[in-house]
């Protein structure tokens, strides 16, 4: 990581006058400056650090690949976990499970992916779309689909329109949780 973020510890406060899922972070390097950023701000620097490729050292962008594998590889788990028909049987302990499907998701054979994303679309395809364990499972297998096409990224960098579609579905999803509380939103 960037010596910038390493030099300094973030502590997270409120900004005054702010909605509250709004935060500002004051980065103090244990002695007296204090850095303070609001999240567009910080938003704005992981980027010229990544576009300027000072985010991540050699050693952690070697690890990468693996780190992404082991995560989607993890989720593949839990995929089998969320299945209500259970299908399958999935041990408790996952070490076992995840180290068989990081195999699959990393062999050369590319028939095991495709194996592995065909299952899991039979499975899926017997979970009512309308259940919460289909709305666990169905960006699991999107991304398994697009691992298989070579296309995966934990890391996909979003655009601008993106972001603020993302923000905006946030928001309207914060509301529509105070609309059903009974806690009318300002105008």
Not at 54 to 61: A, P
Not at 99 to 126: C, G, K, P, W, Y
Not at 133 to 146: G, I, N, T, W
Request: aromatic share 10%; hydrophobic share 35%.
């Amino acid at each position: 990581m960037n010596l910038w973020l390493r030099l300094y510890t973030p502590v997270c406060f409120p900004a005054k006058n702010d909605i509250p899922f709004r935060r500002k972070i004051t980065f103090l390097n244990g002695v007296d400056t204090a850095i303070q950023l609001n999240w567009n701000q910080v938003q704005k620097r992981v980027h010229e650090l990544i576009d300027s490729g000072k985010y991540l050292n050699v050693l952690e962008k070697s690890r990468l690949s693996h780190y992404e594998n082991n995560q989607l590889a993890r989720r593949i788990y839990w995929f089998y976990q969320a299945d209500p028909n259970k299908t399958k049987s999935v041990p408790f302990n996952m070490d076992a499970p995840v180290n068989q499907i990081l195999t699959a998701l990393t062999s050369e054979d590319r028939t095991a992916v495709h194996r592995l994303s065909r299952d899991m679309f039979n499975i899926l395809a017997a979970v009512p779309p309308d259940s919460e364990a289909y709305q666990h499972m169905a960006p699991v297998l999107r991304d398994v689909e697009a691992f298989r096409r070579g296309e995966y990224s934990l890391f996909k960098q979003l655009s601008e329109a993106e972001l603020e579609a993302e923000r905006q579905a946030k928001q309207a999803e914060k509301e529509a949780r105070k609309a059903e509380q009974g806690h009318p939103h300002p105008p």
